[in-house]
């Protein structure tokens, strides 16, 4: 499996698991649900395409990789037990969104892929407006900021997909 691929299936899966998840609260839910599925197998049929895979990553881009997940999983079950402690455990999933955002702003630098800094910016864009919603006390905040969190990293796994160069044919073009 092509470098990228693996990339942008990690992503759409947890994209889905967020739709998942979240969706069920929401009207509509099984239409977001199928939705969310429709996109994931986009994601795998455009990764079967023949395309120009990335180079191995450096060590050190693997180790930031490292770094980002460990921390982000420490600070999403510290950052919900303080919200739980301080009664505001509907502001977790706007939490557990940003934490998910935050971490992939490393990896822009790390993979040298801007990306990855424009998915963080967009997934914290998410948290904010799911965190300002559920303070509002709007409601099905919370998991509409979830759903949006799911379709956000699924949008993106699939741009990745469609995006990526195609290798040259025999005679220079493509």
């Not at 600070?75 to 009664?87: H, K, M, N, P, T």
């Amino acid at each position: 499996m092509k470098r990228r691929t693996a990339g942008s299936l990690l992503g759409a899966v947890g994209g889905l698991v967020f739709v998942l998840v979240n969706a069920g609260a929401l009207p509509g839910a099984w239409a977001l649900r199928t939705a969310a599925v429709v996109v994931l197998v986009a994601v795998v049929v455009a990764g079967r395409r023949p395309t120009v895979d990335v180079a191995p990553p450096p060590r050190s881009a693997v180790r930031t990789y490292g770094w980002c997940v460990t921390l982000m999983v420490v600070a999403i079950v510290l950052g919900a037990r303080l919200l739980a402690l301080l009664d505001s455990s509907d502001l977790t999933l706007p939490w557990v969104v940003g934490v998910v955002g935050l971490h992939f702003w490393p990896f822009a630098r790390a993979f040298a892929a801007p990306v990855f800094a424009r998915l963080a910016v967009a997934l914290v864009v998410v948290a904010l407006a799911g965190a300002a919603a559920v303070l509002a006390d709007v409601g099905d905040a919370a998991p509409a900021t979830g759903v949006a969190a799911g379709f956000v990293l699924l949008a993106a796994a699939l741009a990745g997909e469609v995006t990526a160069p195609v290798p040259a044919t025999a005679g220079g073009r493509r």
